[in-house]
Protein backbone atom coordinates (compact mmCIF):
# COMPACT_ATOMS: atom_id res chain seq x y z
CA UNK A 1 0.00 0.00 0.00
CA UNK A 2 1.28 3.78 -0.96
CA UNK A 3 1.35 6.43 1.60
CA UNK A 4 -1.18 8.75 1.14
CA UNK A 5 0.21 11.17 3.44
CA UNK A 6 2.25 14.60 1.79
CA UNK A 7 5.92 14.05 1.03
CA UNK A 8 8.08 16.39 3.32
CA UNK A 9 9.98 19.00 2.44
CA UNK A 10 13.24 17.56 3.96
CA UNK A 11 13.33 14.36 2.36
CA UNK A 12 15.98 15.69 -0.20
CA UNK A 13 18.36 16.02 2.77
CA UNK A 14 17.78 12.01 3.53
CA UNK A 15 19.15 11.46 0.14
CA UNK A 16 21.83 13.53 0.31
CA UNK A 17 22.89 12.09 3.58
CA UNK A 18 22.76 8.61 2.44
CA UNK A 19 24.89 9.65 -0.89
CA UNK A 20 27.92 11.71 1.17
CA UNK A 21 27.71 8.31 2.81
CA UNK A 22 28.18 6.33 -0.11
CA UNK A 23 30.94 8.30 -1.55
CA UNK A 24 32.80 9.33 1.66
CA UNK A 25 33.47 5.69 2.20
CA UNK A 26 33.96 4.64 -1.66
CA UNK A 27 36.70 7.79 -1.69
CA UNK A 28 38.46 7.39 2.03
CA UNK A 29 39.95 3.93 1.52
CA UNK A 30 42.27 4.65 -1.26
CA UNK A 31 44.62 7.09 0.40
CA UNK A 32 44.54 4.65 4.03
CA UNK A 33 45.98 1.39 2.05
CA UNK A 34 49.42 1.41 2.22
CA UNK A 35 49.01 2.05 6.28
CA UNK A 36 46.18 -0.73 6.58
CA UNK A 37 48.67 -2.93 4.78
CA UNK A 38 51.27 -2.22 7.04
CA UNK A 39 49.01 -3.14 10.36
CA UNK A 40 47.76 -6.13 8.51
CA UNK A 41 51.34 -7.58 7.32
CA UNK A 42 50.87 -7.49 3.83
CA UNK A 43 52.02 -5.91 0.82
CA UNK A 44 50.11 -2.61 -0.12
CA UNK A 45 50.54 -3.92 -3.63
CA UNK A 46 47.85 -6.72 -2.37
CA UNK A 47 45.58 -4.64 -1.02
CA UNK A 48 43.60 -4.24 -4.21
CA UNK A 49 40.87 -6.90 -2.73
CA UNK A 50 39.55 -4.47 0.11
CA UNK A 51 38.21 -1.97 -2.69
CA UNK A 52 37.23 -4.39 -5.29
CA UNK A 53 34.90 -6.32 -2.92
CA UNK A 54 32.41 -3.15 -1.77
CA UNK A 55 32.44 -1.85 -5.71
CA UNK A 56 31.61 -5.19 -7.02
CA UNK A 57 28.73 -5.96 -4.25
CA UNK A 58 27.80 -2.61 -4.81
CA UNK A 59 27.44 -3.16 -8.13
CA UNK A 60 25.63 -7.02 -8.11
CA UNK A 61 23.08 -5.42 -5.63
CA UNK A 62 21.71 -2.38 -7.35
CA UNK A 63 19.65 -3.78 -9.59
CA UNK A 64 17.83 -5.86 -6.46
CA UNK A 65 17.31 -2.18 -4.85
CA UNK A 66 14.13 -1.46 -6.53
CA UNK A 67 12.35 -5.17 -6.10
CA UNK A 68 13.56 -4.94 -2.53
CA UNK A 69 12.00 -1.47 -2.14
CA UNK A 70 8.88 -2.39 -3.75
CA UNK A 71 8.55 -5.98 -2.19
CA UNK A 72 9.12 -4.48 1.84
CA UNK A 73 8.75 -0.64 1.26
CA UNK A 74 10.97 1.95 1.16
CA UNK A 75 11.22 3.07 4.88
CA UNK A 76 12.12 -0.28 6.25
CA UNK A 77 14.73 -1.57 3.53
CA UNK A 78 16.41 2.13 3.97
CA UNK A 79 16.88 1.42 7.71
CA UNK A 80 17.85 -1.98 7.32
CA UNK A 81 20.67 -1.09 4.76
CA UNK A 82 21.38 1.68 6.88
CA UNK A 83 21.92 -1.04 9.72
CA UNK A 84 23.56 -3.34 7.43
CA UNK A 85 25.98 -0.44 6.05
CA UNK A 86 27.21 0.49 10.19
CA UNK A 87 27.53 -3.28 10.71
CA UNK A 88 29.67 -3.97 8.34
CA UNK A 89 31.85 -0.28 9.20
CA UNK A 90 32.15 -2.07 12.32
CA UNK A 91 33.80 -5.17 11.27
CA UNK A 92 35.97 -3.43 9.25
CA UNK A 93 37.59 -1.30 11.51
CA UNK A 94 37.88 -4.65 13.68
CA UNK A 95 39.88 -6.56 11.16
CA UNK A 96 42.65 -8.40 11.65
CA UNK A 97 43.62 -9.01 8.46
CA UNK A 98 43.25 -8.77 4.93
CA UNK A 99 40.52 -11.71 4.57
CA UNK A 100 38.07 -10.57 7.42
CA UNK A 101 38.59 -6.50 5.74
CA UNK A 102 37.02 -8.24 2.76
CA UNK A 103 34.29 -10.09 3.85
CA UNK A 104 33.50 -6.98 6.18
CA UNK A 105 33.34 -4.83 3.00
CA UNK A 106 31.19 -7.23 1.53
CA UNK A 107 28.72 -6.28 3.82
CA UNK A 108 29.22 -2.77 4.18
CA UNK A 109 28.44 -2.91 0.25
CA UNK A 110 25.18 -4.79 0.63
CA UNK A 111 23.78 -1.64 2.52
CA UNK A 112 25.95 0.58 0.74
CA UNK A 113 24.33 -0.65 -2.59
CA UNK A 114 20.48 -0.06 -1.51
CA UNK A 115 20.57 3.37 0.42
CA UNK A 116 21.70 5.41 -1.99
CA UNK A 117 18.69 4.34 -4.67
CA UNK A 118 15.98 3.68 -2.17
CA UNK A 119 15.55 7.46 -1.21
CA UNK A 120 15.94 8.62 -5.04
CA UNK A 121 13.11 5.76 -5.72
CA UNK A 122 11.41 7.29 -2.78
CA UNK A 123 11.64 10.80 -4.18
CA UNK A 124 10.49 9.92 -7.85
CA UNK A 125 7.12 8.28 -6.66
CA UNK A 126 6.31 10.92 -4.15
CA UNK A 127 7.36 14.16 -5.91
CA UNK A 128 5.47 15.77 -8.96
CA UNK A 129 7.29 16.25 -12.09
CA UNK A 130 7.75 19.91 -11.45
CA UNK A 131 9.50 19.72 -7.87
CA UNK A 132 11.56 16.82 -8.97
CA UNK A 133 14.09 18.19 -10.63
CA UNK A 134 15.58 21.36 -7.77
CA UNK A 135 15.02 18.34 -5.57
CA UNK A 136 17.25 15.29 -6.96
CA UNK A 137 19.62 18.58 -7.50
CA UNK A 138 19.65 19.50 -4.08
CA UNK A 139 19.88 16.07 -2.76
CA UNK A 140 22.90 15.76 -5.03
CA UNK A 141 25.25 18.39 -3.89
CA UNK A 142 27.32 16.07 -1.43
CA UNK A 143 28.09 13.65 -4.46
CA UNK A 144 30.33 16.55 -5.12
CA UNK A 145 31.96 17.03 -1.69
CA UNK A 146 32.17 13.47 -0.69
CA UNK A 147 35.13 12.73 -3.10
CA UNK A 148 36.93 15.91 -1.78
CA UNK A 149 36.59 15.20 1.95
CA UNK A 150 37.61 11.22 1.29
CA UNK A 151 41.01 11.09 0.45
CA UNK A 152 41.66 14.15 2.85
CA UNK A 153 39.49 12.77 6.08
CA UNK A 154 41.54 9.48 5.29
CA UNK A 155 45.08 10.38 4.89
CA UNK A 156 44.18 12.78 8.15
CA UNK A 157 43.35 9.72 10.17
CA UNK A 158 45.42 7.22 9.48
CA UNK A 159 48.68 9.67 10.01
CA UNK A 160 47.49 11.36 13.13
CA UNK A 161 44.59 8.93 14.58
CA UNK A 162 44.33 5.43 13.39
CA UNK A 163 43.16 3.48 9.89
CA UNK A 164 40.44 1.73 11.87
CA UNK A 165 38.61 5.50 12.44
CA UNK A 166 38.01 5.43 8.50
CA UNK A 167 35.35 2.89 9.43
CA UNK A 168 33.66 4.39 12.46
CA UNK A 169 33.01 7.66 11.12
CA UNK A 170 30.14 6.11 9.51
CA UNK A 171 28.69 4.98 12.37
CA UNK A 172 27.31 8.55 13.60
CA UNK A 173 26.53 9.11 9.43
CA UNK A 174 24.50 6.13 10.04
CA UNK A 175 22.20 7.02 13.61
CA UNK A 176 21.33 10.43 12.42
CA UNK A 177 20.17 9.11 8.81
CA UNK A 178 18.09 6.60 10.57
CA UNK A 179 17.12 9.01 13.11
CA UNK A 180 16.20 11.33 9.87
CA UNK A 181 14.48 8.81 8.20
CA UNK A 182 11.58 7.60 10.98
CA UNK A 183 9.66 10.72 10.61
CA UNK A 184 10.78 11.49 6.80
CA UNK A 185 10.65 8.98 4.80
CA UNK A 186 7.81 7.90 3.08
CA UNK A 187 6.73 4.19 3.39
CA UNK A 188 5.92 3.34 -0.42
CA UNK A 189 5.25 -0.24 -1.81
CA UNK A 190 5.34 -1.46 -5.57
CA UNK A 191 2.61 -3.22 -7.47
CA UNK A 192 3.14 -6.99 -7.03
CA UNK A 193 6.92 -6.54 -7.78
CA UNK A 194 8.60 -9.36 -9.76
CA UNK A 195 12.48 -9.90 -9.91
CA UNK A 196 13.94 -11.73 -12.14
CA UNK A 197 16.61 -14.22 -9.51
CA UNK A 198 17.97 -16.30 -12.47
CA UNK A 199 19.37 -13.67 -14.48
CA UNK A 200 20.31 -11.84 -10.89
CA UNK A 201 22.15 -15.31 -10.60
CA UNK A 202 24.01 -15.57 -13.79
CA UNK A 203 24.70 -11.63 -13.98
CA UNK A 204 26.26 -12.08 -10.28
CA UNK A 205 28.24 -15.05 -11.61
CA UNK A 206 29.73 -13.48 -15.06
CA UNK A 207 31.00 -10.25 -13.41
CA UNK A 208 31.97 -11.97 -9.95
CA UNK A 209 34.25 -14.73 -12.26
CA UNK A 210 36.21 -12.20 -14.04
CA UNK A 211 36.74 -9.86 -11.06
CA UNK A 212 38.05 -12.91 -9.15
CA UNK A 213 40.27 -14.08 -12.24
CA UNK A 214 41.72 -10.63 -12.53
CA UNK A 215 42.28 -10.44 -8.82
CA UNK A 216 44.65 -13.77 -7.97
CA UNK A 217 46.09 -13.89 -11.79
CA UNK A 218 48.90 -11.65 -10.61
CA UNK A 219 49.67 -13.52 -7.19
CA UNK A 220 51.59 -16.39 -8.71
CA UNK A 221 51.79 -18.46 -12.04
CA UNK A 222 50.24 -21.08 -10.33
CA UNK A 223 47.06 -18.79 -9.99
CA UNK A 224 46.51 -18.90 -13.96
CA UNK A 225 44.82 -22.14 -14.68
CA UNK A 226 42.32 -21.18 -11.97
CA UNK A 227 41.76 -17.97 -13.24
CA UNK A 228 41.27 -18.85 -16.87
CA UNK A 229 38.94 -21.33 -15.36
CA UNK A 230 36.83 -18.75 -13.30
CA UNK A 231 37.16 -16.36 -16.98
CA UNK A 232 35.31 -19.40 -18.87
CA UNK A 233 32.73 -19.68 -16.09
CA UNK A 234 32.06 -15.87 -16.75
CA UNK A 235 32.00 -16.57 -20.43
CA UNK A 236 29.74 -19.26 -19.73
CA UNK A 237 27.42 -17.63 -17.62
CA UNK A 238 27.25 -14.73 -20.00
CA UNK A 239 25.84 -16.98 -22.60
CA UNK A 240 23.60 -18.73 -20.33
CA UNK A 241 21.80 -15.24 -19.30
CA UNK A 242 21.61 -14.35 -23.49
CA UNK A 243 19.69 -17.09 -23.47
CA UNK A 244 17.73 -16.78 -20.66
CA UNK A 245 16.62 -13.12 -21.73
CA UNK A 246 15.38 -14.26 -24.84
CA UNK A 247 13.04 -16.57 -23.50
CA UNK A 248 12.03 -14.73 -19.93
CA UNK A 249 8.66 -12.92 -19.96
CA UNK A 250 10.86 -10.09 -17.48
CA UNK A 251 14.54 -10.45 -17.84
CA UNK A 252 16.34 -8.48 -15.35
CA UNK A 253 17.82 -6.60 -18.55
CA UNK A 254 16.18 -7.23 -21.37
CA UNK A 255 17.92 -7.59 -24.95
CA UNK A 256 16.09 -5.30 -26.55
CA UNK A 257 17.88 -2.51 -24.72
CA UNK A 258 21.33 -3.01 -27.04
CA UNK A 259 19.30 -3.04 -29.87
CA UNK A 260 19.35 0.94 -29.42
CA UNK A 261 22.52 1.72 -30.98
CA UNK A 262 23.79 4.77 -28.96
CA UNK A 263 22.61 3.05 -25.58
CA UNK A 264 24.92 -0.19 -26.61
CA UNK A 265 27.65 1.88 -27.97
CA UNK A 266 28.04 4.50 -24.64
CA UNK A 267 27.27 1.35 -22.90
CA UNK A 268 30.65 -0.32 -24.29
CA UNK A 269 32.10 3.01 -24.17
CA UNK A 270 31.71 3.88 -20.86
CA UNK A 271 32.75 -0.23 -19.45
CA UNK A 272 36.25 0.42 -21.40
CA UNK A 273 37.67 4.10 -20.58
CA UNK A 274 36.54 3.68 -17.41
CA UNK A 275 38.32 0.75 -16.68
CA UNK A 276 42.10 3.29 -17.32
CA UNK A 277 39.82 6.02 -15.62
CA UNK A 278 38.61 3.52 -12.62
CA UNK A 279 42.27 2.65 -11.67
CA UNK A 280 43.58 6.18 -10.99
CA UNK A 281 42.37 7.08 -7.85
CA UNK A 282 43.31 3.63 -6.61
CA UNK A 283 47.00 3.92 -7.97
CA UNK A 284 47.92 7.47 -7.37
CA UNK A 285 47.95 7.14 -3.68
CA UNK A 286 49.88 4.00 -3.51
CA UNK A 287 52.43 5.66 -6.12
CA UNK A 288 52.55 9.19 -3.76
CA UNK A 289 52.85 6.84 -0.50
CA UNK A 290 54.86 3.61 -1.54
CA UNK A 291 56.98 5.32 -4.41
CA UNK A 292 57.80 9.04 -3.63
CA UNK A 293 57.34 8.57 -0.14
CA UNK A 294 54.55 11.27 0.41
CA UNK A 295 52.34 11.06 4.00
CA UNK A 296 48.73 10.11 3.84
CA UNK A 297 47.66 13.67 4.42
CA UNK A 298 49.62 14.81 1.11
CA UNK A 299 48.19 12.20 -1.20
CA UNK A 300 44.81 13.52 -0.09
CA UNK A 301 45.67 17.05 -0.76
CA UNK A 302 46.83 15.33 -3.93
CA UNK A 303 43.23 13.69 -5.10
CA UNK A 304 41.58 17.05 -4.65
CA UNK A 305 42.47 18.84 -7.72
CA UNK A 306 40.92 16.26 -10.17
CA UNK A 307 37.51 16.46 -8.28
CA UNK A 308 37.59 20.00 -8.02
CA UNK A 309 38.12 20.13 -12.25
CA UNK A 310 35.18 18.09 -12.51
CA UNK A 311 33.32 20.46 -10.25
CA UNK A 312 34.10 23.43 -12.03
CA UNK A 313 33.53 21.80 -15.40
CA UNK A 314 30.17 21.11 -14.77
CA UNK A 315 28.78 24.55 -15.98
CA UNK A 316 30.41 23.99 -19.06
CA UNK A 317 29.95 20.94 -20.17
CA UNK A 318 26.47 21.31 -22.04
CA UNK A 319 27.86 24.51 -23.75
CA UNK A 320 30.73 22.52 -25.05
CA UNK A 321 28.33 19.33 -26.23
CA UNK A 322 25.80 21.83 -27.49
CA UNK A 323 28.73 23.49 -29.33
CA UNK A 324 30.88 20.11 -30.87
CA UNK A 325 28.13 17.54 -30.71
CA UNK A 326 28.42 13.84 -28.93
CA UNK A 327 30.87 12.76 -31.83
CA UNK A 328 33.10 15.12 -32.04
CA UNK A 329 33.10 15.54 -28.16
CA UNK A 330 33.86 12.13 -26.70
CA UNK A 331 36.34 11.31 -29.37
CA UNK A 332 38.67 14.55 -28.44
CA UNK A 333 37.96 14.03 -25.31
CA UNK A 334 38.16 10.53 -24.73
CA UNK A 335 42.08 10.99 -26.48
CA UNK A 336 42.74 14.00 -24.30
CA UNK A 337 42.17 11.90 -21.12
CA UNK A 338 44.25 8.81 -22.20
CA UNK A 339 47.16 11.25 -22.97
CA UNK A 340 46.96 12.90 -19.17
CA UNK A 341 46.75 9.13 -18.09
CA UNK A 342 50.38 8.51 -19.44
CA UNK A 343 51.28 12.21 -18.91
CA UNK A 344 51.51 11.20 -14.96
CA UNK A 345 54.21 9.11 -15.82
CA UNK A 346 56.58 11.46 -16.66
CA UNK A 347 57.03 13.97 -13.58
CA UNK A 348 59.97 12.59 -11.80
CA UNK A 349 60.96 12.35 -8.03
CA UNK A 350 61.01 15.91 -6.52
CA UNK A 351 58.48 17.10 -9.08
CA UNK A 352 57.04 20.76 -7.42
CA UNK A 353 53.99 20.11 -6.25
CA UNK A 354 52.21 22.65 -8.43
CA UNK A 355 52.72 21.18 -11.27
CA UNK A 356 51.42 17.46 -10.16
CA UNK A 357 48.06 19.98 -9.03
CA UNK A 358 47.74 21.68 -12.70
CA UNK A 359 47.85 18.41 -14.23
CA UNK A 360 44.91 16.43 -12.05
CA UNK A 361 43.32 19.63 -12.29
CA UNK A 362 43.01 19.54 -15.93
CA UNK A 363 42.55 15.78 -15.90
CA UNK A 364 39.41 16.48 -13.88
CA UNK A 365 38.11 18.69 -16.42
CA UNK A 366 38.42 16.07 -18.59
CA UNK A 367 36.40 13.61 -16.42
CA UNK A 368 33.70 15.61 -16.07
CA UNK A 369 33.29 16.11 -19.32
CA UNK A 370 33.79 12.78 -20.38
CA UNK A 371 30.98 11.10 -17.80
CA UNK A 372 28.06 13.63 -18.61
CA UNK A 373 28.28 13.25 -22.35
CA UNK A 374 28.57 9.17 -21.31
CA UNK A 375 26.12 8.92 -19.34
CA UNK A 376 23.31 11.48 -21.31
CA UNK A 377 24.04 9.70 -24.64
CA UNK A 378 23.60 6.23 -23.30
CA UNK A 379 19.93 7.16 -22.54
CA UNK A 380 18.97 9.65 -24.92
CA UNK A 381 17.16 6.92 -27.35
CA UNK A 382 15.60 5.00 -24.95
CA UNK A 383 11.76 4.31 -25.03
CA UNK A 384 10.42 5.37 -21.70
CA UNK A 385 9.66 1.69 -21.38
CA UNK A 386 13.47 0.68 -21.09
CA UNK A 387 14.03 3.97 -18.93
CA UNK A 388 14.27 1.68 -15.82
CA UNK A 389 15.88 -1.01 -16.89
CA UNK A 390 18.44 1.33 -18.75
CA UNK A 391 19.05 3.38 -16.08
CA UNK A 392 19.92 0.19 -13.63
CA UNK A 393 22.05 -1.46 -16.28
CA UNK A 394 24.05 2.02 -16.91
CA UNK A 395 24.81 2.29 -12.93
CA UNK A 396 26.00 -1.22 -12.91
CA UNK A 397 27.85 -1.01 -15.55
CA UNK A 398 29.84 1.69 -14.14
CA UNK A 399 30.25 0.31 -10.89
CA UNK A 400 31.16 -3.14 -12.27
CA UNK A 401 34.10 -0.70 -14.60
CA UNK A 402 35.56 0.85 -11.41
CA UNK A 403 36.03 -3.04 -9.95
CA UNK A 404 37.40 -3.92 -13.08
CA UNK A 405 39.62 -1.10 -13.44
CA UNK A 406 41.35 -1.19 -9.81
CA UNK A 407 41.92 -4.98 -10.35
CA UNK A 408 43.37 -4.37 -13.89
CA UNK A 409 45.42 -1.93 -12.58
CA UNK A 410 46.34 -3.76 -9.66
CA UNK A 411 47.00 -6.59 -12.09
CA UNK A 412 49.31 -4.30 -14.25
CA UNK A 413 51.46 -3.08 -11.35
CA UNK A 414 52.00 -6.36 -10.07
CA UNK A 415 53.13 -7.48 -13.48
CA UNK A 416 55.58 -4.39 -13.89
CA UNK A 417 56.75 -4.81 -10.87
CA UNK A 418 58.57 -8.29 -11.79
CA UNK A 419 62.62 -7.63 -11.22
CA UNK A 420 62.50 -8.65 -14.83
CA UNK A 421 60.57 -5.74 -15.39
CA UNK A 422 61.62 -2.66 -13.65
CA UNK A 423 64.26 -4.16 -11.89
CA UNK A 424 62.94 -3.52 -8.34
CA UNK A 425 62.36 0.16 -8.79
CA UNK A 426 58.77 0.68 -7.63
CA UNK A 427 58.47 4.24 -9.70
CA UNK A 428 59.44 2.58 -12.96
CA UNK A 429 56.37 -0.12 -12.15
CA UNK A 430 54.01 2.94 -11.62
CA UNK A 431 54.96 4.88 -14.70
CA UNK A 432 54.59 1.56 -16.51
CA UNK A 433 51.08 0.90 -15.04
CA UNK A 434 50.31 4.77 -16.23
CA UNK A 435 51.19 4.38 -19.46
CA UNK A 436 48.94 1.12 -19.90
CA UNK A 437 46.07 2.37 -17.54
CA UNK A 438 45.93 5.28 -20.10
CA UNK A 439 46.69 4.00 -23.29
CA UNK A 440 43.05 1.77 -22.55
CA UNK A 441 41.20 4.50 -22.28
CA UNK A 442 42.66 6.03 -25.30
CA UNK A 443 41.88 3.15 -27.16
CA UNK A 444 38.60 2.99 -26.06
CA UNK A 445 38.61 6.09 -28.48
CA UNK A 446 37.81 3.42 -31.34
CA UNK A 447 34.39 2.60 -30.06
CA UNK A 448 32.88 6.11 -29.83
CA UNK A 449 33.82 5.91 -33.45
CA UNK A 450 30.92 4.54 -34.30
CA UNK A 451 28.48 7.05 -33.96
CA UNK A 452 27.14 9.24 -36.24
CA UNK A 453 27.68 13.11 -36.27
CA UNK A 454 23.83 13.80 -35.59
CA UNK A 455 23.78 11.34 -32.43
CA UNK A 456 22.52 12.24 -28.97
CA UNK A 457 21.03 15.82 -31.13
CA UNK A 458 17.44 15.89 -29.55
CA UNK A 459 19.53 16.79 -25.94
CA UNK A 460 21.52 19.55 -27.89
CA UNK A 461 20.83 23.01 -27.54
CA UNK A 462 21.34 24.70 -31.07
Given at each position: ???????S????????????????????????????????????????????????????????S??????????????????????G????????????????????G?????????????????????????????????????????????G????????????L???????IG?????P????????????D??????I????????????????????????????????????????????????????????????????????????????????????????????????????????????????????????Y???????????????????V????????????????????L??????????????A????????????LL???QQ??????????????????????????????????F????????????IF??????????????
Amino acid sequence: MNTTNPPSRWLPLLMAISIFMQMLDATILNTALPTIAADLHVSPLNMQSAVISYALTVALLIPASGYLADRFGTKKTFIIALVVFMLGSLLCAFATNLPMLVGARIIQGMGGAIIMPVPRLAMLKVYEKAQLINAINYALMPALIGPILGPLVGGYLVQYASWHWIFLINIPFGIIGILCAIPIMPDVYGDKPRFDLRGFLLIATTATGLTLALEIAPHSAANLPWAGALAALSLMSAYAYLRHARRSDHPLFPLNLILVRTFRIGLTGNLVSRLGIGAMPYLLPLFYQVAFGYSASLSGWLMTPTVVGAIVAKPFVKGVIDRYGYRRTILANTCLLGLLMMAVALPPQGTPIWAWVVLLFITGLGNSLQFTAMNTLSIADLRPDQNSSGNSLLSANQQLSTSFGIAIGALLLKTFSLDDISHGDLHTAFRYAFVAVGGITFASALIFTRLHQNDGAALLTR
